[in-house]
C-alpha cells in the first residue's frame, strides 16, 4: 500500500489502524448495535473511561469509522460503514490476486511433475 496523501491506500491503512487495537473494536460493535450513544454511554458499557472512549472515537473518526453530531450539549456518535466497505473491498482484491499467484505455483508444479514422468 503505497501512494499519495488522500489515495485509496491511505484510507485503508487509516481503517487497519483503527481497527487494530480491540477496544476500538468494542466500541464499532456498541455503536453498531445502539445505533447512536455518546461517549458517556458507550464508557457505561466498557472499563474504561470517558476520557478513553472520546479518544478512541477521535481515531475511529479521523479513520471515517465513526461520526459525531451535536446535540445540545451531547455529541451523539454513529458508525460510518462506506470506510469499511472500501477497506473489504481492498482486502477482497487483494485474496483474489494471491489466489491468481497461488493457482499459476500450483499449475507450475504441476506442470513440472508431468515434465519429470
Do not use: C, F
Not at 489515495?7 to 489502524?17: C, F, N, P, T, Y
Amino acid at each position: 500500500m503505497t501512494a499519495g496523501p488522500g489515495s485509496a491506500a491511505e484510507g485503508v491503512e487509516g481503517v487497519l489502524g483503527a481497527l487494530a487495537d480491540p477496544m476500538r473494536r468494542r466500541i464499532l460493535d456498541l455503536l453498531a448495535a445502539q445505533g447512536e450513544a455518546t461517549a458517556t454511554t458507550l464508557a457505561e458499557a466498557l472499563p474504561v473511561s470517558r476520557q478513553a472512549v472520546v479518544k478512541h472515537l477521535t481515531v475511529l473518526d479521523a479513520a471515517g469509522l465513526a461520526a459525531g453530531r451535536r446535540s445540545g450539549r451531547e455529541v451523539r456518535y454513529t458508525v460510518r460503514p462506506a470506510a469499511l466497505d472500501a477497506t473489504a473491498r481492498w482486502m477482497s482484491a487483494l485474496a483474489g490476486e494471491w489466489d491468481r499467484r497461488l493457482d499459476r505455483v500450483k499449475r507450475l508444479a504441476e506442470q513440472a511433475e508431468r515434465d519429470a514422468t
